[in-house]
Each structure stands twice: as C-alpha cells, then as structure tokens.
C-alpha cells in the first residue's frame, strides 16, 4: 500500500461521493412525493361578487334602461328616467329658483323611499361624490342631474338591497349609469320646459357628445 500513495485519497473521494448520492435519492423523493400529494383547501363562501353574468340568473335581478328606451321615453335627464322605473317612489327633483334654496335644479334617487342616502348610485360602477348639499331631511345624495343624458349608453337598477357587497348606503339598492364610450359623430341635445307660467320659470337642458 506504500508503493500507492494516492489509493487512499481516491478510494476516500469515491466513497465521498457515493454516500452523497445516496443521501440525495431520499430527498428527491420526497419532493416528488410532496409534489404529486393533494392539497386540502378550506371552503370559502362568498356573500357578493363583482364577476358579470346575465342580470336573470343574478340573485337580485337587475333592471336595464338602454338607450334605445331612453329616446322612447323622450326623457331630457337622467332624472326623467328614473322617475318612470316602478320601484322609484321617493325621488325628487328641485326645479327653478324656489325661493333661493341650494337644492335647486338637483335630483337624488330614492328607491322604495327609504331615504335618499340609502340608495347608491354609481357611474360606471365606480361611486359618486355627494352634492354640495343636503336634503331638507338633511341627507346627503347624488345629484343625478349633473350626469348628461347624452352620453349616458343605459341605467341598470339592482332591485333589490345590496348592503353586502357595496356598504350600507345600497341598503334600498343600487343605480349604475353606464357611459357611452364607443361614439362617433356629433350629437346635440337641447330641451326647454316651462315650470311656473304665471312667473315665467322655465328649465333649460343642453348637452352635447362628439
């Protein structure tokens, strides 16, 4: 073994070498085994969702105004449509000057007239800043009257409480204004109605889209 000087060193690094293999084939085992286990989830319930779907086969059906609708109806703002939906019975609209008052020539929307704060309106599904003043009641609303009909694609009205998925305020339900973005052209609306004929009041809307 004297005339060998290096078998030693040799045999030592095989022997090196083939125990770490064989240490190694246990982990990669385990890792495939771990890979190819099943993985337990919990179950999750979800009270709202954002996904779309069709509004019948939502849980709270939803009622659409399109713009087809809405040039029959001949309506000037987005007021005269939510006037006409069946489930509207406590909206209001301010018009003319009424003695000064803040609250003149706005509109909220009061679904089953359950307070004008209690109904949630969106543009787009995004929420609305309130107006710059209040209700007589005191309640704070959005004032649908600044949202030019012109541009407005269609009204969906989720007929039913929504406190859930969007907070307290849709406790009556929700309105959401769908913009028109896919327009070209130019459209020019124009309407001019008489309010008080013994003072001579009249409301004047215009809007424009292009």
Same mark, same amino acid.
């Given at each position: +073994?004297?005339?060998?000087?290096?078998?030693?060193?040799?045999? /030592?690094?095989? +022997?090196?070498?083939?125990?770490?293999?064989?240490t190694?084939? !246990?982990v +990669?085992?385990?890792?495939?085994?771990?890979?190819?286990?099943?993985?337990?989830?919990?179950?999750?319930?979800?009270?709202?969702?954002? $996904?779309?779907?069709? !509004?019948? *086969?939502?849980?709270? !059906?939803?009622?659409?105004?399109?713009?087809?609708? #809405?040039?029959?109806?001949?309506?000037?703002?987005?007021?005269?449509?939510?006037?006409?939906?069946? #489930?509207?019975?406590?909206?209001?609209?301010?018009?003319?000057?009424?003695?000064? @008052?803040? /609250?003149?020539?706005?509109?909220?929307?009061?679904?089953?007239?359950?307070?004008?704060?209690s109904? /949630?309106? /969106?543009?787009?599904?995004?929420? @609305?800043?309130?107006?710059a003043?209040?209700?007589?009641?005191?309640?704070?609303?959005?004032? #649908?009257?600044?949202?030019?009909?012109?541009?407005?694609e269609?009204?969906?009205? $989720?007929? *039913?409480?929504?406190?859930?998925?969007?907070?307290? *305020?849709?406790?009556?339900?929700?309105?959401?204004?769908? +913009?028109?973005?896919?327009?070209?052209?130019?459209?020019?609306?124009?309407?001019? @109605?008489?309010?008080?004929?013994?003072?001579?009041?009249? *409301?004047?809307?215009?809007?424009?889209?292009?």
């Open positions: +073994m004297s005339n060998w000087p290096g078998f030693k060193k040799k045999s /030592l690094v095989l +022997m090196i070498g083939v125990v770490s293999g064989a190694c084939l !246990p +990669m085992a385990q890792s495939q085994n771990s890979q190819n286990s099943e993985v337990e989830v919990e179950e999750v319930i979800v009270t709202g969702s954002y $996904l779309r779907g069709s !509004p019948l *086969d939502a849980p709270s !059906p939803v009622t659409t105004v399109d713009r087809t609708s #809405i040039e029959a109806q001949g309506a000037a703002q987005v007021w005269d449509v939510i006037k006409n939906l069946e #489930i509207n019975s406590g909206s209001f609209t301010n018009e003319g000057a009424g003695e000064g @008052q803040a /609250l003149s020539g706005t509109a909220n929307v009061n679904l089953r007239n359950l307070g004008e704060n109904t /949630l309106t /969106l543009v787009n599904g995004k929420r @609305q800043v309130s107006a003043t209040v209700t007589r009641s005191g309640g704070e609303f959005v004032d #649908i009257n600044t949202i030019p009909l012109v541009m407005v269609r009204v969906e009205v $989720l007929t *039913d409480g929504c406190s859930a998925l969007y907070g307290s *305020d849709a406790v009556a339900g929700v309105v959401n204004v769908i +913009m028109r973005t896919e327009f070209e052209g130019l459209e020019i609306y124009g309407d001019v @109605q008489a309010l008080d004929s013994a003072t001579n009041r009249q *409301d004047r809307t215009g809007s424009a889209i292009w």
